[in-house]
């Protein structure tokens, strides 16, 4: 009796068997027909016994239901998560079929948020970004990518997650790139690769070939993180996160120049003094260092210290172009105020007096923007910004000859854009 039994549960357990793998196969059809529904319809009929499949058999369950979740980039962002989810269940089989669909989401996951980014959907591009990170955990840079355009949505409590992740991960963005300079308007290229930047300078359009180490993100992180607790009331924290990232890196000058413009924004003056001091001290010969420390004396209201930063700047790197161009809007900057007394004066001798006098004010500060924008223009020939602005600048003073020269110039690289 007991023998009978045994034979009738294993002609069961065979017909469930048989049974699976004919609703997997009628997926696998689906599938390839792009009958993504019905390949689901199928693969619902597997799942209450799913548990009693052989590894093979669940792992090859795992990723038809993948695929069909997925549909090619059709499926809901509930069915994508699903789709994620499966693709990590795959144990042992089908490791060629998970890699190649692996790729597949990844190229769709980038496509899609790039498109998003670029239509300034930034919370979709967010949402996309983070994705191809969950497929590619190695891949930081777009968990990155995730956490940055979440706070352009601003989605900043999803922002702040995200970050907080890439700090756990000890996330600092640092890249290899491959630069040379262009001939022709003094800026410096980035190459995908070794080789692109070196046919560049062989072919004699680039000058210059270096490798360079990108900047730390991790300052940046920190002080959005920072930046976010302030926005969110809580100032405390801000100090905390700021205070725990300089403790492991007390040196690190980007890290002390985010506790800067963090001590900047909760309208601590004396403190963010304290830090550019101590940022300098530490990197005291550092071009970039001293022109992003004139930026931000700039933002501050401290024009004499932005200037002293700038042109200390181009004292260590006299090809430094962007320190040339602020230094020229520095001194342009003090044209406004003229403007608005000059608009109140009265019609009295007096009035007429000063205004005279604040006329010529003002025509010197154009002087004295003249030569830092012509130095960027030596360095960077089709800098059109600075070539309008000079162009402007001799057309106020009268300088037609020298306004001529500079509006065929302005012509001549929009022409080439």
Do not use: C, W
């Not at 630069?179 to 290229?189: N, R, S, V």
């Amino acid at each position: 009796m007991k023998k009978q039994i045994i034979i009738a549960l294993a002609i069961a357990i065979g017909s469930f068997s048989f049974a699976q793998k004919k609703e997997l196969k009628a997926a696998e059809k689906a599938i390839k027909g792009k009958a993504f529904g019905d390949a689901i319809t199928a693969l619902n009929a597997v799942k209450p016994m799913l548990e009693s499949l052989d590894p093979k058999l669940k792992d090859k369950y795992y990723y038809l239901h993948s695929v069909a979740l997925f549909a090619d980039g059709k499926g809901s962002d509930e069915d994508i998560d699903m789709a994620l989810e499966d693709l990590n269940n795959i144990e042992s089989s089908y490791g060629s079929e998970k890699s190649a669909l692996k790729t597949q989401m990844t190229n769709d996951f980038l496509q899609k948020g790039n498109k998003n980014y670029e239509a300034k959907d930034f919370g979709g591009a967010s949402k996309y970004f983070e994705k191809t990170y969950d497929l590619n955990t190695k891949d930081t840079i777009y968990l990155y990518y995730a956490a940055a355009t979440a706070v352009s949505v601003p989605d900043y409590d999803r922002a702040l997650v995200l970050y907080n992740k890439l700090k756990d991960l000890g996330y600092t963005g640092i890249q290899e790139e491959y630069i040379a300079t262009g001939k022709e308007d003094g800026e410096i290229e980035v190459f995908q690769n070794e080789n692109l930047r070196d046919l560049s300078v062989k072919s004699g359009t680039h000058i210059k070939p270096a490798t360079r180490k990108t900047e730390s993100k991790r300052g940046e992180i920190v002080k959005n993180v920072a930046l976010i607790y302030i926005n969110n009331g809580d100032n405390e924290k801000a100090i905390e996160a700021m205070k725990e990232a300089r403790a492991s890196n007390p040196d690190d000058v980007n890290l002390i120049l985010s506790e800067a413009n963090v001590q900047f924004k909760m309208g601590n003056m004396e403190e963010f003094s304290r830090l550019l001091k101590e940022a300098i001290e530490v990197d005291p010969n550092n071009a970039e260092l001293r022109y992003n420390l004139g930026v931000i004396a700039a933002e501050a209201k401290k024009p004499e210290e932005a200037r002293a930063h700038y042109e200390k700047a181009i004292e260590l790197d006299p090809e430094y172009i962007n320190a040339y161009i602020n230094l020229s809007a520095l001194i342009l900057g003090g044209e406004q105020a003229l403007i608005e007394e000059m608009n109140g004066l009265g019609n009295s001798s007096a009035d007429n007096k000063r205004y005279d006098e604040l006329k010529e004010q003002r025509q010197q500060l154009y002087r004295d923007a003249i030569p830092y924008l012509t130095k960027a223009l030596e360095y960077a020939p089709k800098n059109i910004n600075a070539a309008k602005t000079l162009m402007n600048i001799y057309s106020i003073l009268g300088e037609t000859d020298k306004y001529k020269e500079m509006k065929a110039r302005v012509d001549e690289i929009e022409a080439a854009q």
